[in-house]
């Protein structure tokens, strides 16, 4: 039955509106996601404990979680199927911001403010829940299939802004050489791409994304202070 009452019939088109807007975008970010980044090797004894933490906090709808192979232990044994310089060197930026003389596996790193070893949940579980007390300060952030739209805020300086492909899958990885020599080492969201959008400033910005290179990789956006600088926002399609 259709209402005669205008304000209704206003009320209810400005509902469907609102939908129809919502249906357009893969994301916008209420509640941000903590973000639980994890540095392992397939080279290294030590790791699968962290893996398998990573994987658990995976399934969790307020962290994103995310594993990144580096490279140097590659030299030792067994090359990381999925490790890059590239991820190399955004521990080491880490390790930087942190005070870190060295980098090391496994290593958690949260919101980009604190690390871990992060072979239990334990050790990990109060990173968290301090990371979710605390205020980001960053942007907004929309996530639409080929573009990201970030709000304005009062952050006060040059951000950057990241774009990250990651498997949401639990993928098993047999070694056949190294530490783990005869191991099947089970991995989730393993980053694919990490892309440098561009600065943000504070200001409400768009930027353009390009197509994924896998159908079934998931798309993130992070807004992160500086290299090894803490993540201001987040959001995952």
């Not at 140097?72 to 310089?85: C, V």
């Not at 300086?157 to 639990?170: E, K, N, S």
């Amino acid at each position: 039955m259709i209402s005669s009452n205008p304000h209704i019939r206003f009320v209810a088109s400005l509902s469907l509106a609102a939908t129809l807007l919502i249906g357009t975008s893969a994301h916008v970010s209420a509640a941000q996601p903590v973000v639980v980044e994890l540095f392992t090797s397939q080279g290294c004894s030590s790791c699968p404990p962290a893996n398998a933490v990573l994987a658990r906090l995976a399934d969790r709808n307020d962290i994103l979680a995310l594993s990144f192979g580096v490279t140097y232990w590659d030299e030792l044994g067994w090359k990381d199927t999925f490790a890059s310089p590239q991820f190399t060197k955004r521990q080491w930026d880490y390790a930087h911001a942190l005070h870190h003389a060295s980098v090391f596996t496994p290593q958690m790193v949260v919101q980009g403010r604190m690390d871990a070893v992060g072979q239990s949940e334990s050790e990990v579980a109060p990173l968290i829940h301090a990371a979710e007390a605390r205020e980001g300060g960053g942007p907004t952030i929309a996530l639409f299939p080929d573009h990201v739209d970030l709000s304005s805020s009062a952050f006060a300086g040059t951000a950057d802004v990241w774009l990250i492909r990651y498997d949401p899958r639990l993928i098993s990885v047999p070694v056949h050489r190294g530490e783990n020599g005869s191991r099947s080492l089970p991995h989730r969201n393993v980053v694919r791409q990490l892309i440098r959008l561009g600065p943000w400033t504070g200001r409400a910005a768009r930027f353009d994304l390009a197509m994924s290179p896998d159908p079934s990789l998931r798309t993130a956006i992070l807004v992160q202070a500086g290299p090894g600088g803490a993540i201001l926002s987040a959001a995952r399609g």
